[in-house]
């Protein structure tokens, strides 16, 4: 058997480096290690850069929800305490999520770079691999492998008031707002 590799680091190739920059540290709560005219390298834990930005000399053309390129990168926090503290230190910052999601599997909400890429922050609902895998094996998945979309606000509010963790990761609880269906927004549509 060959070894596994672990994940290091994504590379965004970019004309916005400043604003990519500051956008990365901001949601991250990162910070620059290194940065020149042409490269930025950005960590937020121990390793030496998780995020780096590429600054070509010539333009480049922005990304649209037409262009075949990577969709996301995701994050997982551990548990719904310290997702929620982050979606209000940026809510508060002015970085709103596009559009978030309860896929069953995760509790998902996804932001915008300055360049149009999507940042997944996220919560595993499932402690255990095999029961995440299991789920997504399962009939609630196979009916809609995406999920509901709900409303950030309505989470917070309902897990002050005391919902549990298991409440809020159901999808069922996403389904009474209601929401318009998510994906023209996870695909892009402003």
Same mark, same amino acid.
């Given at each position: /058997?060959?070894? =596994?590799? =672990?994940?290091?680091?994504?590379?965004? #190739?970019?004309? #916005?480096?400043?604003?990519?920059?500051?956008?990365?540290?901001?949601? !991250?709560?990162?910070?620059?290690?290194? #940065? %020149?005219?042409?490269?930025? +390298?950005?960590? +937020?834990?121990?390793?030496?850069?998780?995020?780096?930005?590429?600054?070509?000399?010539?333009?480049?053309?922005? =990304?649209?929800?037409? *262009? @075949?390129?990577?969709?996301?990168?995701?994050?997982?926090?551990?548990?719904?305490?310290? !997702?929620? %503290?982050?979606?209000?230190?940026?809510?508060? #910052? @002015?970085?709103?999520?596009?559009?978030?999601? &309860?896929?069953?599997?995760? *509790?998902?909400?996804?932001?915008?770079?300055?360049?149009?890429?999507?940042?997944? /922050?996220?919560? %595993?609902?499932?402690?255990?691999?095999?029961?995440?895998?299991?789920?997504?094996?399962?009939?609630?998945?196979?009916?809609?492998?995406?999920?509901?979309?709900?409303?950030?606000?309505? !989470?917070?509010? &309902?897990?002050? &008031? @005391?919902?549990?963790?298991?409440?809020?990761?159901?999808?069922?609880?996403?389904? =009474?707002? &209601? !929401?318009?269906?998510?994906?023209?927004?996870?695909?892009?549509?402003?």
């Amino acid at each position: /058997m060959s070894a =596994k590799p =672990k994940f290091a680091h994504v590379v965004f #190739q970019t004309s #916005q480096p400043t604003e990519m920059r500051d956008w990365y540290c901001t949601v !991250l709560d990162g910070h620059v290690l290194y #940065q %020149d005219a042409a490269l930025t +390298f950005i960590t +937020f834990d121990d390793e030496h850069h998780r995020v780096a930005l590429l600054n070509p000399p010539v333009p480049l053309e922005r =990304k649209t929800p037409a *262009t @075949g390129a990577m969709h996301h990168v995701a994050y997982t926090f551990e548990n719904l305490d310290d !997702l929620l %503290d982050r979606y209000v230190l940026l809510r508060d #910052q @002015g970085i709103r999520p596009a559009v978030c999601i &309860a896929h069953g599997v995760t *509790t998902s909400m996804y932001y915008r770079d300055p360049d149009g890429n999507m940042v997944e /922050m996220q919560i %595993d609902r499932f402690a255990e691999p095999d029961d995440a895998t299991n789920y997504m094996k399962g009939p609630e998945y196979a009916a809609d492998s995406v999920g509901p979309q709900f409303d950030p606000e309505q !989470l917070l509010a &309902a897990y002050r &008031a @005391g919902a549990s963790v298991e409440e809020l990761s159901d999808r069922s609880w996403a389904l =009474k707002s &209601a !929401l318009p269906d998510p994906m023209p927004a996870l695909m892009g549509a402003r």
